[in-house]
């Protein structure tokens, strides 16, 4: 193939330009690209047999080549007179044009082709999927066994790790030698039967969670477009635990929980938030009208208001106690606590959270305090009207008081010159009382109120006969009358003390106290001794 535009000048180089003639010999040109051009112009030079043949053309935009351009043409022209030959110059005149024309459209295709190749290039440079196409390798009985790098794009390198200059032309058993079978398996069964696939799978071998979605792109090939989604599933996953903790925290929780989306109506109540109720949790819809419909009546309005001034003063939260009508009919007292987590741009809420907390038993005792104290308070009109007569009374009861006081300071004289003390034993409390010369005996400073019985029987070295007789005396009513000796508990010498006493039932008849007196005998056994 030459240029036709040489050649013709050529042959016009043996022909007159003025003269019209049919040259003797025919001339077949080959024309592809731009030398259609030059043929037109060959036809104007005489007797030419002109064929004309586009392939690329023809292969690139079949819509666009006519019928100079889609098939071998055969185009005989012959010209013997002037006129003729102006004819046929414009009607090639008119054929030049429009192969203008269709080059310059065919060029403009194959520019668009070349920035829609580009932005295919881009796409499968800069994609975020990893895209690899792989060669299926089969046994003899053509069971899938292997699998083969062809292509891959960045995206594919980045989330596995496996450079394109390290994998291809490799087998995925000799890049990941612990690759597992369901892998081979599955690409295998996209390559034999055309099946596109998506699946999501943990590599092991990588350590990775992927998004796979596979197809086949010609037979014995499949192209796979992977997703990492390790991020998203471990994510998941600490969302599943967080769940799963609150779960449990809600099931070990005494408070019912209440999340409200304010646009819409619709609210999240946990099953404690029933079960306060009687209700079996998602017995009734969660939303605001159901929470509505069980507040007492006379509640609902001071409930309602509370809630809006929360919203519009925007406080930090609210707390609130209402009556709520349970599954049997009757009301339970409920604290509500709540507040607003979620806002709009503008300030609207959308979002509120917060808990329900069963204050039955509270009010219950709240209730029976206020029945007390207005029996109380009737108590006190009544002393307040015998307030007089205690007045009256007052002095009476003072010099009582005062003649007891002497009373009592004589006898604690009296008990310090006998040596005498006075003791009385609580059986149920088991601990005693004593006087301040019972106390002063055993070596102990004097108190007020009681002690421990233990405290006493410390002194006594013969602690188990002394213990014997107050339980002789409890039981079968037998005398106390014994000698003992004590060690004081404030390290003073040995002394001998008599102890006396008797019971006291209450109107049962059941042993109640057992009062009785204690005498130091210390100088009187000394002197004994010494007769």
């Known amino acids: 193939i030459f240029s036709a535009l040489t050649f013709l000048l050529?042959?016009?180089?043996?022909?007159?330009?003025?003269?019209?003639?049919?040259?003797?010999?025919?001339?077949?040109?080959i024309a592809a690209g731009e030398e259609e051009l030059d043929a037109i112009h060959a036809a104007g030079l005489g007797d030419l047999e002109v064929l004309f043949r586009s392939d690329p053309m023809d292969r690139i935009v079949p819509r666009v080549a006519d019928r100079t351009l889609r098939e071998w043409r055969y185009i005989r022209i012959r010209v013997s007179h002037e006129d003729e030959l102006k004819t046929v110059r414009e009607e090639m005149a008119q054929q030049e044009r429009i192969l203008h024309d269709q080059v310059d459209e065919l060029?403009?295709?194959?520019?668009?082709?070349?920035?829609?190749?580009?932005?295919?290039?881009?796409?499968?440079?800069?994609?975020?999927?990893?895209?690899?196409?792989?060669?299926?390798?089969?046994?003899?009985?053509?069971?899938?066994?292997?699998?083969?790098?062809?292509?891959?794009?960045?995206?594919?390198?980045?989330?596995?790790?496996?450079?394109?200059?390290?994998?291809?032309?490799?087998?995925?058993?000799?890049?990941?030698?612990?690759?597992?079978?369901?892998?081979?398996?599955?690409?295998?069964?996209?390559?034999?039967?055309?099946?596109?696939?998506?699946?999501?799978?943990?590599?092991?071998?990588?350590?990775r969670f992927f998004e796979v979605t596979s197809y086949c792109p010609s037979p014995g090939l499949f192209a796979t477009l992977v997703l990492d989604v390790t991020d998203r599933k471990r994510s998941e996953a600490a969302l599943q635990e967080s769940e799963e903790r609150l779960r449990l925290t809600l099931d070990a929780t005494s408070d019912g929980?209440?999340?409200?989306?304010?646009?819409?109506?619709?609210?999240?109540?946990?099953p404690r938030w029933y079960t306060m109720l009687g209700y079996e949790p998602g017995e009734m819809p969660a939303s605001y009208a159901t929470w509505r419909s069980l507040v007492h009546p006379d509640d609902l309005p001071v409930v309602e208001k509370k809630i809006l001034e929360h919203i519009s003063l925007k406080e930090d939260g609210y707390g609130i106690e209402m009556r709520m009508v349970t599954k049997s009919g009757d009301y339970k007292w409920i604290l509500g606590k709540g507040k607003v987590v979620e806002r709009t741009t503008d300030g609207s809420p959308i979002r509120m959270v917060g808990i329900h907390s069963d204050i039955s038993r509270r009010k219950a005792v709240e209730e029976e305090l206020a029945e007390r104290h207005a029996e109380l308070a009737a108590s006190y009109e009544q002393l307040a009207a015998g307030e007089e007569e205690l007045r009256a009374n007052l002095q009476e009861i003072t010099a009582k008081e005062l003649n007891l006081r002497i009373s009592e300071e004589r006898l604690l004289m009296a008990q310090r010159i006998g040596h005498t003390g006075s003791w009385e034993y609580t059986i149920e409390t088991d601990r005693i009382w004593g006087s301040a010369e019972a106390f002063r005996i055993y070596g102990f400073p004097a108190v007020e109120g009681d002690i421990e019985i233990e405290t006493i029987e410390a002194c006594i070295p013969d602690r188990s006969r002394v213990h014997q007789a107050l339980n002789d005396l409890i039981l079968d009513g037998r005398e106390y009358d014994l000698e003992f000796v004590i060690h004081p508990a404030d390290g003073s010498p040995p002394r001998?003390?008599?102890?006396?006493?008797?019971?006291e039932s209450d109107d049962h008849g059941r042993p109640r106290t057992v009062t009785g007196v204690i005498l130091d005998i210390t100088d009187l056994k000394e002197k004994e001794e010494q007769l």
Do not use: Q
């Open 10 to 29: 050529s042959l016009h180089s043996l022909l007159n330009p003025g003269d019209v003639r049919v040259c003797a010999y025919p001339v077949v040109i």
């Open 107 to 207: 060029r403009a295709v194959n520019s668009r082709l070349e920035e829609s190749d580009m932005r295919f290039r881009e796409l499968f440079t800069e994609n975020v999927a990893g895209y690899a196409l792989h060669e299926i390798i089969t046994d003899e009985e053509g069971r899938p066994v292997d699998y083969r790098f062809i292509e891959v794009n960045p995206a594919f390198e980045r989330m596995t790790g496996l450079s394109a200059g390290e994998i291809l032309g490799k087998t995925a058993r000799e890049v990941l030698p612990g690759l597992e079978p369901f892998w081979i398996e599955t690409y295998g069964r996209v390559a034999r039967t055309g099946e596109s696939i998506h699946i999501g799978e943990y590599s092991a071998e990588l350590d």
């Open 257 to 270: 929980i209440w999340d409200w989306d304010l646009p819409t109506g619709n609210a999240v109540f946990s």
């Open 496 to 503: 001998v003390v008599r102890s006396l006493a008797v019971m």
